[in-house]
């Protein structure tokens, strides 16, 4: 099939804003989740092949640079394709538009296709039909693997609850944006607004399970490390570079 940029409008809604009229970062993941769910679809991978076949989409990585947040009822454009194809990992592009035209934001991400029942990745030519990519990387990211933190400055606690949990099961990739996110406190979080972000997935978070944030805080840039609190298994590792409002 013929491959192309999929594009889809969003209308920023009061209630996926913060306090600061930004839209929340949970919600730009949750876009970029569904651009790509749509587009998968129509390229004949997306959700139904993977639910007749046995397998899920999950995501391993993603590198994103944000010049700003979209606002409070801005009409945003999102763009997404494939870019890469690995041995059973999937590159994928997004980038967001502003009201004016202007790129506000550009990410890069990785995705595994898993065997569903034995939750173990599987070749990607082995199991999908043929598809073309577009070669065009926003970001040239090997998502490099993300450094031990050197300290721990601050702990947050969370918990498994049922609306975390998606499709696959397991908790949701939003989720862990908004977990790190929290880690740095109300006052910081006030004054300050996400330039960068890396996330490199580890393992399912599953409902029930209380989970441990970890952050060291290097001044603007914040790394962050998700564990089950019982275990001290690492689910997910961030780092986030911050700028001030």
């Known amino acids: 099939m013929d ?4 594009e889809k409008e969003y209308v920023i809604r009061t209630y996926e804003c913060d306090r600061n009229e930004n839209l929340r970062l949970p919600t730009l993941m949750n876009i970029f ?21 046995g ?49 506000i934001i550009k990410a890069s991400s990785q995705w595994i296709l898993i065997d569903a029942v034995r939750r ?12 073309q990519i577009i070669a065009e990387r926003l970001i040239e990211s090997d998502f490099v693997k993300l450094p031990e933190l050197k300290r721990i400055d601050e702990t947050s606690d969370f918990f498994i609850r049922f609306d975390d949990i998606d499709l ?21 979080r006030a004054k300050h607004k996400p ?8 393992k399912e978070g599953l409902y029930g399970e ?7 805080i ?9 564990k089950v609190s019982d275990s001290g298994q690492e689910l997910a590792k961030l780092r986030l570079r911050w700028t001030e409002l």
Not at 3 to 6: H, Q, R
Not at 210 to 216: A, C, H, L, P
């Open 3 to 6: 491959i192309y940029k999929i």
């Open 33 to 53: 989740q569904d651009i790509a769910d749509s587009h998968a679809s129509a390229m004949g991978i997306g959700l139904d092949y993977c639910l007749r076949n």
């Open 55 to 103: 397998m899920a989409w999950v995501g391993s990585n993603y590198h994103l640079m944000l010049e700003r947040l979209p606002k409070m009822h801005e009409k945003i454009k999102v763009l997404s394709w494939p870019s890469a194809e690995k041995k059973i990992g999937a590159l994928r592009e997004f980038l967001v538009l502003g009201e004016n035209g202007n790129v």
């Open 120 to 131: 173990r990745p599987v070749s990607l030519r082995e199991h999908l039909p043929s598809y």
């Open 168 to 188: 696959n099961n397991h908790v949701n990739n939003a989720v862990y944006l908004l977990w790190a996110s929290e880690a740095v406190g109300i006052d910081f």
């Open 195 to 202: 330039a960068e972000i890396e996330i490199a997935f580890k």
């Open 210 to 216: 209380n989970i441990r944030v970890e952050t060291e």
């Open 218 to 226: 290097d001044n603007l840039t914040t790394l962050h490390s998700i």
